[in-house]
């Protein structure tokens, strides 16, 4: 059973007030956005119509696994061609549910020199266990129910809904 959690519009308003900050906390400035595919893939899209200034734009893709007993690792699938050295990025993710790949990503991103990395994330699980900082723009806080919708999968479908819908536990 689907349970909507964020519907269409409020999802929309949120990008953009999150797009408006972008706006002008980067103002006069190119700022690099690296969308994490592929979860953030429509969340990207809809930021990146709502930004004005001048942006550019590139992709990563990673998986994430994590057994019983580790702590889990993140697979780079594809990397990003754009060279950061001495640019202001920032990270478009889908959830950040454990932080164990946005750490990662950050500490990839760190290594090549950029003036700047923040992270935008759609979602921020609000019992993270391990995270460094706190996403600088985050679209909501939300519970640890696995939720999909707005390209956050469930074995890889339900990418395609309009709204974030919470998946109930039965359907696990
Ligand atoms: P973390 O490494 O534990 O922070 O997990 C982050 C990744 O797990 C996200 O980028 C998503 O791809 C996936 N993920 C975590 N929670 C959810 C969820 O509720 N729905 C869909 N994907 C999720
Ligand atoms: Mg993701």
């Known amino acids: 059973m689907l349970k909507e959690l964020f ?4 999802i929309k308003r949120r990008v953009k007030e999150i797009a ?3 706006n002008s906390d980067y103002h006069g400035k190119v700022p690099v956005l690296i969308g994490i595919l592929k979860g953030s893939f429509i969340f990207f899209s809809d930021l990146i119509r709502e ?3 001048d942006c550019e734009i590139d992709f990563m893709k990673v998986s994430s696994y994590r057994g019983s ?3 889990g690792s ?3 699938e594809s990397n990003f ?4 050295r001495g640019r202001d990025v920032i990270i478009v993710e889908d959830v ?16 090549l020199d950029p003036s700047s990395v923040v992270v935008a994330s759609l979602l921020f699980k609000n019992e993270v266990a391990q995270l460094n900082s706190k996403p600088k723009y985050i679209c909501f806080e939300t519970s640890q ?3 999909v919708g707005y390209g956050l999968d469930y074995n890889q479908k339900m990418r395609n809904l309009k709204s974030i819908k919470v998946l109930d536990k039965l359907d696990k």
């Open 7 to 10: 519907s269409e519009i409020t």
């Open 20 to 22: 408006n900050s972008i």
């Open 51 to 53: 930004i004005k200034i």
């Open 69 to 71: 007993q580790s702590k």
């Open 74 to 76: 993140v697979n780079l």
């Open 81 to 84: 061609s754009i060279d950061v």
């Open 96 to 111: 950040i549910d454990s932080g164990l790949t946005i750490n990662y990503l950050i500490n990839l991103l760190n290594e």
């Open 145 to 147: 129910d696995y939720v």
